[in-house]
């Protein structure tokens, strides 16, 4: 009778778990997918918290969501592009979980990946090697899928020009012309993606090559190249995905948790542009939701803009200066002269003696002391040499000429000749240099987003208003939107 008893308690209590193990369902719409798609995951049948965790056929971790009771998840698949099976698993609080799996890219996940190939004994050489072949590729890929996606945009916006007037024989050739582009830019995706992948694979090897170094106690400086070869990798895996995105290639995501962190982003204004044609400035979450971080962008050269203090008095026949480059380029390709032979009885090689900044056009002086304060005086230093001496006057006689000539002679026709056509020369040359230096290009960056915030439906005014409070200057914003 005990023995009865004990059997059916056993069977309720497995009856129970069973049903509990049961009651637990991961439901999807469908089983196959495309890149692009949304896959929306429902969880129910769980009391209390369960843990959502998704992973790529290499069985990668890529997602990962919490909540309560019965919830949804929604997936993007633009996110990981890989082909094959991905595996979903739910943990509930109580211990109890429950799998599914969706295809993407292949039906019925019948494309199955070949085996993982054997660990391969990379050295530290041949790793960084793969990593300066993969960022000498990213810029003309990356420059390549931004100029034909603008492409794109541009001609299905001249096509909505042209369909209003119908104009027939226009539309058709702008449709060839974009059907040719839409190939261009499928071509470069494929190729922007394929280096993902190979970035993604590079990562995961310096990875395991650090851990084996650490492991045998190897040399600390050759770990520290590895981890830094590491993040430099991991930096490079994240700008292609934010380019294949649509974002810029600094931009740095937030990481959303349970509890939401909305950042509140400022940044400072960029700074003067370096030696090395970049601009920085500081963004600093005002939320705290991440750390501060810097911004770079390319720009043109940095103008070195000098203001020098007056000579000083003569003394020793020698005569110097301050001078300070308001903008800090770092370079002294057109700093002026700091010092200059002079005559201690008080005439120099030019210029005048004593104390402040010397502005030659308007005569004013300021105090060296006021030199570094004085952010708005711009210096145009002339040549000492370039004075005029008195008495270097031109015998009339001279000017009146000799009166044995009566005519011009050849050499004279020659000279004003060649002198006219030596100034045609220069005027040309001054303005092809003039208008080669004033070309400005639009940034890949600025025109990717006016491109993005179109298809958004935002207005021009709108566009601009967000750009100018980003920081970027009126012109290059006129110059984009006017080439858009």
């Known amino acids: 009778m005990i023995k009865m008893k004990l059997v059916h308690l056993l069977f309720i209590f497995g009856l129970v778990m069973a049903t509990s193990v049961l009651a637990v369902d991961v439901s999807l719409a469908k089983t196959d997918y495309n890149s ?21 056929p290499y069985d990668e971790l890529i997602a990962l969501s919490q909540n309560e009771d019965n919830w949804q998840y929604s997936y993007n698949t633009l996110s990981d592009s890989l082909k094959g099976q991905y595996n979903l698993t739910v943990n509930c609080a109580d211990g109890t979980n429950q799998q599914s799996w969706f295809c993407l890219n292949s039906a019925g996940c019948e494309l199955n990946l070949p085996e993982p190939e054997p660990p391969q004994n990379w050295t530290y050489d041949e790793l960084e090697d793969l990593f300066l072949d993969y960022n000498e590729t990213y810029p003309e890929l990356r420059d390549d899928f931004i100029n034909f996606s603008l492409e794109e945009e541009s001609l299905e916006e001249l096509i909505e020009i042209e369909s209003d007037k119908n104009e027939s024989n226009i539309i058709d050739n702008l449709e ?13 995706k494929t190729e922007l993606n394929t280096l993902k992948e190979d970035l993604k694979v590079l990562k995961k090897d310096v990875g395991d090559y650090t851990k084996k170094l650490e492991n045998n106690n190897e040399n600390e400086t050759l770990i520290n190249q590895s981890e830094k070869l590491e993040n430099q990798t991991s930096i490079l895996y994240q700008k292609v995905k934010n ?15 349970e509890d939401e962190c909305l950042g509140n982003i400022t940044c400072d204004s960029w700074s003067f542009c370096t030696a090395d044609l970049k601009k920085v400035r500081t963004c600093t979450d005002n939320n705290d939701c991440i750390a501060p971080y810097n911004q770079t962008l390319a720009c043109d050269a940095c103008i070195e803009s000098w203001i020098c203090g007056v000579w000083s008095s003569c003394s020793g026949n020698q ?35 004593g104390s402040g900044i010397s502005n030659t056009n308007s005569g004013n002086t300021l ?7 004085n952010q708005d005086l711009y210096f145009e230093p002339t040549d000492p040499n370039d004075v005029l001496v008195e008495g270097e006057l031109t015998d009339s006689k001279d000017l009146v000429g000799n ?16 002198s006219l ?3 045609i020369v220069i005027v040309v040359l001054s303005y092809l240099i003039y208008t080669k ?36 200057s009126d012109d290059d914003v006129n110059l984009a939107l006017r080439k858009k």
Not at 176 to 188: F, H, I, K, P
Not at 244 to 257: A, F, H, M, R, T
Request: with cysteine.
């Open 243 to 257: 380019v294949l995105n649509g974002k810029s290639e600094d931009y740095i995501p937030i990481i959303n948790v």
């Open 437 to 472: 230096l004033n070309k400005k290009k639009v940034s890949p960056e600025l025109s990717g987003y006016i491109l993005r915030q179109r298809v958004k439906g935002a207005t021009n005014q709108q566009i601009r208003q967000a750009l100018m409070n980003s920081g970027w």
């Open 319 to 353: 005569q110097t200066r301050s001078c300070l480059d308001e903008h800090f380029c770092g370079a002294v390709l057109n700093k002026p002269e700091l010092s200059r032979s002079c005559s201690d009885s008080g005439s120099s090689s030019g210029g005048s003696s």
């Open 176 to 188: 060839t012309n974009l059907t040719y582009v839409q190939s261009d830019l499928e071509d470069a």
């Open 367 to 373: 105090s060296d002391s006021e030199l570094e304060q």
């Open 421 to 423: 056509f030596l100034l």
């Open 403 to 418: 009166q044995k000539k009566s005519s011009i002679d050849v050499k004279d026709i020659l000279f004003i000749l060649g």
């Open 36 to 56: 692009g798609d949304i896959v929306v995951v429902s969880v129910s049948g769980c009391s209390g918290t369960s843990l959502l965790l998704i992973e790529n």
